[in-house]
């Protein structure tokens, strides 16, 4: 069975730090391009980052760029998220997803809230 | 940034009747290498979406033939052709052919 399993979010202060993970599993993680997507409450999908199968081709949305940071393990079959001086505006479920190949998957998404 | 607007923004139907969205982008979304990117998710109320149709038309592994796309250049359209309960939720049309990847801001789809 195929999984993508995110972890790391939470409440945090504005200015502050996360690190979201996300597990992949029943499929060869290697061989894929992972993106990272988010979703305020009741809003519509944003697309954060991607990253290429070997790490060395990343690519930023100008909202996040400077403070995010997407890196992937694919020893662990993880790929990550540091986010940096985090805003109120960041608050959202951030899922990663991937597809390829005829497949497509996406996570259950965890949840950042940017709150004083 | 390349927009996505879909219509309609909420589409009533009855079940096992057909349904329709489209979804028009601002730039053509056909790639350098030939390919036009785009996709259209299924959203399902409380759940993560889910990846319906890649390449204009071609549906992703485990989707029913229910769900089909058409279009060309910067217009497309979602078509399922028997709407069942399950079907019910917000649909988003997705372009992949320029960076930053945008969304359209989802259709609803419920049931009269």
């Known amino acids: 069975e195929v999984q993508l399993v995110e972890s790391g979010g939470g409440l945090v202060q504005p200015g502050g730090s996360l690190r979201l993970s996300c597990a992949a599993s029943?499929?060869?993680?290697?061989?894929?391009?992972m993106h990272w997507v988010r979703q305020a409450p009741g809003k519509g999908l944003v697309w954060v980052s991607r990253?290429?199968?070997?790490?060395?081709?990343?690519v930023y949305a100008d909202s996040v760029k400077g403070r995010f940071t997407i890196s992937r393990d694919n020893a662990k079959n993880t790929v990550y998220l540091q986010m940096n001086s985090l805003r109120a505006e960041d608050t959202a479920v951030y899922y990663c997803?991937?597809?390829?190949?005829?497949?497509?998957?996406w996570g259950q998404g965890t949840l950042v809230t940017v709150s004083s | 940034d390349i927009v996505m607007t879909q219509t309609p923004l909420s589409s009533p139907v009855t079940l096992g009747q057909p349904a329709s969205i489209s979804c028009n982008s601002s730039?053509?979304?056909?790639?350098?290498?030939?390919?036009?990117?785009l996709s259209w998710l299924q959203q399902r109320p409380g759940q993560p979406p889910r990846l319906l149709i890649y390449k204009i038309s071609n549906r992703f592994s485990g989707v029913p033939d229910r769900f089909s796309g058409s279009g060309a250049g910067t217009d497309f359209t979602l078509k399922i052709s028997r709407v069942e309960p399950e079907d019910v939720g917000v649909y988003y049309c997705m372009q992949a052919a320029q960076f930053p990847l945008t969304f359209g801001r989802g259709t609803k789809v419920e049931i009269k």
């Open positions: 997803a991937t597809w390829g190949w005829s497949r497509g998957y």
């Open positions: 990253l290429s199968s070997d790490g060395s081709n990343i």
């Open positions: 730039q053509s979304l056909v790639h350098s290498d030939g390919n036009t990117y």
């Open positions: 029943g499929f060869t993680f290697s061989n894929y391009w």
